[in-house]
Nanobody
Framework: QAQLVESGGGLVQPGDSLRLSCAAP????????SAWFRQAPGKEREFVAA????????YNNDIVKGRFTISVDNAKSMMYLQMNSLKPEDTAVYYC?????????????????WGQGTQVTVSS
């Protein structure tokens, strides 16, 4: 199993940018399909973006397309979520996830490894 640790959350104003990071053991993102999910208060956890092994393909939820970008740095064994033009509805706990088998997926149960989450709050 891969231990994942998120960081980079915080309180920002609408329109601001934020970059979330997910640290993992060496070479994790070369061998695991990975993704970001989020969960707002009182709502179900939802898919944000996914990236294939080695980072060759990315997939976004339409609600963040054009604003959020997922990427990996295999040398540092880090995954990132660059979030631009943040909106109050982006407020949530953001989780990174990784799956040893399969293709990038929007389905929560596809991922067996999860971080603890990092809070992002967008408010004026």
């Amino acid at each position: 199993q891969a231990q994942l640790v998120e960081s980079g959350g915080g309180l920002v104003q609408p329109g601001d940018s934020l970059r979330l990071s997910c640290a993992a053991p060496r070479r994790t993102f070369m061998w695991y399909t990975s993704a970001w999910f989020r969960q707002a208060p009182g709502k179900e956890r939802e898919f944000v973006a996914a990236i294939s092994r080695v980072g060759t393909k990315t997939y976004n939820n339409d609600i963040v397309k054009g604003r959020f970008t997922i990427s990996v740095d295999n040398a540092k064994s880090m995954m990132y979520l660059q979030m631009n033009s943040l909106k109050p509805e982006d407020t949530a706990v953001y989780y990174c996830a990784a799956a040893q088998a399969g293709s990038p997926s929007r389905v929560i149960t596809s991922y067996e490894n999860w971080g603890q989450g990092t809070q992002v709050t967008v408010s004026s």
